[in-house]
């Protein structure tokens, strides 16, 4: 098979343990929480325990991989993230929950980034269009069948299998990795950056905790404050000291580049909306239409048939529209969507939501391709472990702020209507907030110039000369 085929396909193996997990724990939520006597919205704490994790850890994992070998980190990662797992399963309360996927955030905020890092540097620049296709091919069967398989083991069976199931896969993702993966190692890539990292981690876990907890009594209001406070203060500080540093963990001069620029921002805002929908999705249905798990879970795997179909046309659409009309119109119709889910209602004939999620999620891929690609045209190779550490902490702080915002949405919505409990009413307002969010997002696409990175979808079309890596100079092109 060839190479830009086989390690896409074997790093799919990580991918496909993350969107399953992430699947399967959205569709049993309401299960999860009255096995632990909770009330389900508390349990966005394990959702968003897990994406704290990576965006602690995140940002130190191009530098892990220059210096122990991505395929050892890689292997290692995997391992982390099935303990976690284990772990999950074995669980009996909130916190010990929590821990556990914070276990399994470890092990996730290496797997994946290294895993991109590994496809990125494996594949021309022509072919990463498709190397990035077959990536997300495997990966997108997780979506597939985890809200009906989750459903199903919920309804007949026990939760706890749900992450048990993660063993056997990710034993053969190691397997695989050992025998076909090459190591590929940086003979000197310097020490790392202590001081970003520490600031980095303090900014970034207080302000998604902070934010997450707000209103949930789970920590004292004067706590909360301090850890947003804290949070933010150690962000600001963080970009003022990585202007000035060497070799920051998080290169911020990445910025600098306009097609980084446009993916990392205009993905931020994106990824935040569609961070909230496997969060209000399976709980409107269940909650508000009173379906079962499996139920849900039926309607809800559409979304991911609709993203497989999309991958069949991505190359096809990007070449003949190229990225940013794609990027700008194909938005206007996610967040016509997006719309579309918050009105919704318990007499909506299931076919009809069937093919709303399904035509959805095909539009919802589309777009997740063109940016994931439009972030890495025109970052040299030598700064690429940079540039996928920083887009991949962007990506997941924006997915636990999306969880937040989805269920701010939804408890302020309950507190307006003045009930005790949670009902259909209040899932429309979160909806119709991620709806702007996403087109806020599109403003960023609108900035790039026409024909930007369109030399990704043709073969014969020789790849931009590779850009300056003078930080000074990185630094004077931020400021123009």
Not at 66 to 88: E, H, N, P, Q, Y
Not at 105 to 120: D, F, K, N, Q, W
Request: proline share 5%; net charge neutral; glycine share 10%.
């Amino acid at each position: 098979m060839p190479k830009i085929r086989i390690v896409p396909l074997i790093v799919a193996c990580a991918l496909f343990m993350e969107n399953l997990d992430g699947t399967v724990i959205s569709t049993s939520l309401p299960a999860i929480a009255a096995d632990v006597h909770e009330n389900p919205l508390s349990l966005k704490l394990a959702l968003t325990s897990y994406l704290l994790a990576l965006a602690i850890f995140i940002p130190a994992s191009g530098w892990i991989a220059d210096k122990l070998g991505s395929r050892r980190v890689f292997r290692f990662a995997i391992l982390v993230f099935m303990a976690g797992s284990v772990m999950c399963g074995l669980s009996d309360t909130l916190g010990g929950f929590v821990a556990a996927r914070f276990l399994q955030g470890i092990g996730g905020s290496m797997m994946s980034p290294v895993g991109r890092l590994l496809v990125i540097r494996s594949a021309p620049r022509h072919e990463l269009l498709e190397a990035f296709a077959w990536l997300t091919m495997p990966a997108l069967i997780g979506p597939l069948i985890g809200p009906p398989l989750g459903g199903f083991i919920t309804t007949y069976f026990e939760w706890r299998w749900i992450f048990w199931i993660n063993v056997p896969i990710g034993i053969l993702g190691i397997v695989l990795a050992t025998l076909y993966i090459p190591q590929i190692q940086e003979e000197d890539p310097g020490p790392l950056d202590v001081t970003g990292f520490l600031l980095s981690a303090i900014g970034l876990s207080g302000l998604v905790f902070g934010l997450t907890v707000i209103g949930r009594d789970f920590v004292s209001p004067l706590l909360n404050v301090a850890l947003l406070v804290g949070g933010l203060a150690a962000s600001v500080g963080y970009v003022f000291y990585a202007r000035a540093a060497t070799k920051p963990i998080l290169d911020l001069s990445l910025l600098s580049v306009p097609t980084f620029r446009a993916s990392v921002t205009g993905g931020f805002l994106f990824r935040l909306s569609v961070g909230a929908i496997p969060f209000l999705l399976p709980l409107m249905l269940q909650i508000g239409f009173g379906m079962s798990p499996f139920e849900s879970g039926l309607l809800t795997f559409a979304s991911a048939i609709g993203a497989m179909a999309m991958k069949a046309t991505a190359t096809r659409i990007l070449h003949k529209w190229g990225f940013r009309q794609t990027l700008i119109v194909n938005g206007l119709i996610c967040a016509a969507f997006f719309v579309m889910y918050g009105l919704f209602q318990p007499t909506t004939p299931h076919w009809v939501i069937l093919i709303v999620l399904l035509i959805g999620g095909f539009f919802r891929s589309l777009q997740f391709t063109a940016i994931n690609t439009l972030g890495y045209a025109d970052v040299d190779n030598v700064r690429m472990s940079h540039a996928t550490s920083l887009s991949a902490t962007a990506q997941q702080v924006s997915l636990a702020l999306g969880i937040t915002v989805g269920a701010a949405a939804v408890e302020t919505a309950r507190t307006f209507h003045g009930e005790a409990a949670i009902s259909l009413d209040d899932f429309s307002p979160g909806f119709f907030t991620i709806a702007v969010i996403s087109l806020v997002a599109i403003i960023s696409f609108a900035r790039l110039q026409k024909g930007a990175a369109d030399h990704l979808t043709r073969r014969n079309q020789a790849a931009p000369a590779r850009l300056e890596t003078d930080p000074d100079k990185d630094d004077k092109l931020a400021a123009e």
